[in-house]
Structure formats: structure tokens, C-alpha cells
């Protein structure tokens, strides 16, 4: 988790190839007047920017160094991005976001779960959302519990509704 936050905190300079540079939006500021007539700038909290430069700032290459990969049973490697980087990732650029867990199903032979996942950004001139879906299955046991797996997928994959991590998906097609 530390070797996370210092990359995060790294990747906060930004690179300017078209990546991440997380430091930039993660406060807002407004004007404070003094009675002598000099104006500074102050940290505000809030909804400070309007949803296109939240969705421009999601959109971009999410760096390779925070991206994982796993071996699918049948060997096949998926990349993906750990739900707690995309949480981060979130804070930074869209701290007044929000999500909740909207429905959890279990199929009817008992082998699998099923998570919906809500994700809302907060902008300045709206809001929007974007849900989707996670499956588990009952028997996997790598690692935590099938709901806590079937939630991760979903959370991750209404992120990527919004374009954030959405270019792994399009890596195999090309």
C-alpha cells in the first residue's frame, strides 16, 4: 500500500505525456479580500470544477506502474486496476464523488453473486452517474469473499463508464 501512495504521490507532478498529474485539481481555491484591498488565494472545500475537465482528467492513460495483471484460470493475463488505486484516483480528481452498493444477487443455482455498483461525479454545473455490474463465483476463494470481489469488479467497471482505466479494455482488441 505505501509503494502505491508513493507513486500516487509521484505521478502528482504529472508528466505531461498525456498521463496523470494528480497534484494539479485536488484542491479548489477561491479569493479572500483583506480590509487593505490584497487578495489571496485560499484553499476552498467542495465542488470546484464542472464535470468535463473531471471526465477530461479521467479519461487519460492510467500509468503501467499502477496497473496489475492476473493469470485467468485458463492462463489467459487480465490487467486491471486495484479498486483502491481507482478510489484514489477518484479523490484526486473528483473528491465529491460517491458510491453505493444498489443491488446484490445470488443466482438461483447458488454458484455465483452479483453486485450493481453506482458510481456519481459531482461537477460544478451537474451531476451524473454511471452503474454496472459485477459476477463472482461462489467457489473461488483466491482471495476475500465473493461479494467483496463482485463489488470490486462492478466499482471498477462504473469507473470505467466515466473513462478512467477504460483503455485496458480496448488493449486485446487492438
Same mark, same amino acid.
Given at each position: 500500500?505505501?509503494?502505491?501512495?508513493?507513486?500516487?504521490?509521484?505521478?502528482?507532478?504529472?508528466?505531461?505525456?498525456?498521463?496523470?498529474?494528480?497534484?494539479?485539481? =485536488?484542491?479548489?481555491?477561491?479569493?479572500?479580500?483583506?480590509?487593505?484591498?490584497?487578495?489571496?488565494?485560499?484553499? +476552498? +472545500?467542495?465542488?470546484?470544477?464542472?464535470?468535463?475537465?473531471? #471526465?477530461?482528467?479521467? =479519461?487519460?492513460?492510467?500509468?503501467?506502474? #499502477?496497473?496489475?495483471?492476473?493469470?485467468?484460470?485458463?492462463?489467459?493475463?487480465?490487467?486491471?486496476?486495484?479498486?483502491?488505486?481507482? =478510489?484514489?484516483?477518484?479523490? %484526486?480528481?473528483?473528491?465529491?464523488?460517491?458510491?453505493?452498493?444498489? =443491488?446484490? *444477487?445470488?443466482?438461483?443455482?447458488?454458484?455465483?453473486? +452479483?453486485?450493481?455498483?453506482?458510481? &456519481? #461525479?459531482?461537477? &460544478?454545473?451537474?451531476?451524473?452517474?454511471?452503474?454496472? &455490474?459485477? *459476477?463472482? +463465483?461462489?467457489?473461488? &476463494?483466491?482471495?476475500?469473499?465473493?461479494?467483496?470481489?463482485?463489488?470490486?469488479?462492478?466499482?471498477?467497471?462504473?469507473?470505467?463508464?466515466? !473513462?478512467? !482505466?477504460?483503455? %485496458?479494455?480496448?488493449?486485446?482488441?487492438?
Amino acid at each position: 500500500m505505501a509503494s502505491t501512495l508513493l507513486k500516487l504521490k509521484r505521478l502528482s507532478r504529472g508528466s505531461g505525456r498525456g498521463e496523470f498529474g494528480f497534484g494539479k485539481w =485536488n484542491r479548489c481555491y477561491s479569493k479572500l479580500s483583506h480590509a487593505e484591498g490584497v487578495e489571496e488565494e485560499a484553499p +476552498s +472545500s467542495g465542488i470546484c470544477r464542472p464535470l468535463s475537465e473531471i #471526465l477530461k482528467e479521467l =479519461n487519460k492513460k492510467v500509468p503501467d506502474s #499502477l496497473v496489475k495483471t492476473r493469470l485467468e484460470k485458463d492462463g489467459f493475463p487480465i490487467r486491471y486496476i486495484p479498486w483502491h488505486v481507482v =478510489n484514489r484516483i477518484l479523490n %484526486l480528481h473528483a473528491p465529491e464523488w460517491s458510491g453505493e452498493v444498489r =443491488n446484490i *444477487t445470488y443466482s438461483p443455482d447458488a454458484k455465483s453473486v +452479483s453486485v450493481v455498483y453506482r458510481v &456519481t #461525479l459531482y461537477g &460544478t454545473d451537474a451531476e451524473i452517474f454511471r452503474e454496472s &455490474t459485477g *459476477t463472482a +463465483s461462489l467457489d473461488d &476463494t483466491s482471495y476475500g469473499d465473493p461479494v467483496q470481489k463482485a463489488e470490486a469488479m462492478a466499482f471498477r467497471r462504473a469507473c470505467a463508464r466515466f !473513462g478512467l !482505466g477504460l483503455h %485496458l479494455y480496448h488493449e486485446d482488441s487492438s
